[in-house]
């Protein structure tokens, strides 16, 4: 879903910035092309540090500025999880309904759809007189390895770039 999804975004958030006015500067593209290349989630910090790698003249005041443009053209979405920074999920644009695992270990999160879960919200919604549009599940837990070992094999790697 890698390369369809990321020209996609990028063009339906040109298309969102230049309804206000704007326009898709060098260091708004680089900073665009670190968040649709990207299917990890990802603090302001980190994607500073991923768009200054593409464009060095990135500044920390546009990716500050970018973040609440791309929550509003709902291509990105900001997760709470109840940690010190924001978290930001690019994947929204292709999969609108996923859900996540959070390792409170960790901080690992692991998406996933399902259909049982759109179902069942359905059924649910049905019985109580509501139409659902949407569904973000948080589930809250530790990696399997931690209750074996003490520790996540993924601890302290938050900060690379895998994919
Ligand atoms: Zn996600
Ligand atoms: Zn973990």
Redesign the pocket.
């Known amino acids: 879903m890698a390369a369809t999804g990321k020209s996609c975004a990028i063009g339906r958030f040109a298309a969102f910035l230049s309804q206000r006015g704007l326009r898709l500067t060098a260091q708004r593209r680089a900073i665009l092309d670190a968040v649709f290349g990207t299917h990890q989630h990802f603090t302001a910090d980190e994607l500073l540090v991923w768009a200054r790698a593409l464009d060095r003249s990135v500044s920390r005041a546009t990716v500050y500025r970018m973040l609440p443009l791309l929550t509003e053209s709902g291509l990105v979405r900001a997760l709470d999880l109840g940690k010190n920074s924001k978290v930001f999920d690019p994947n929204y644009a292709d999969h609108p309904n996923h859900n996540h695992l959070i390792?409170?270990?960790?901080?690992?999160i692991i998406e996933f759809e399902s259909e049982e879960i759109a179902r069942l919200a359905e059924d649910i919604g049905r019985r109580l007189g509501f139409e659902v549009t949407g569904q973000k599940l948080h589930l809250t837990g530790?990696?399997v390895?931690?209750g074996a070992r003490g520790t996540?094999?993924?601890?302290g790697r938050r900060h690379g770039r895998s994919g």
């Open positions: 390792c409170e270990n960790c901080d690992r530790a990696c390895e931690f996540c094999a993924h601890k």
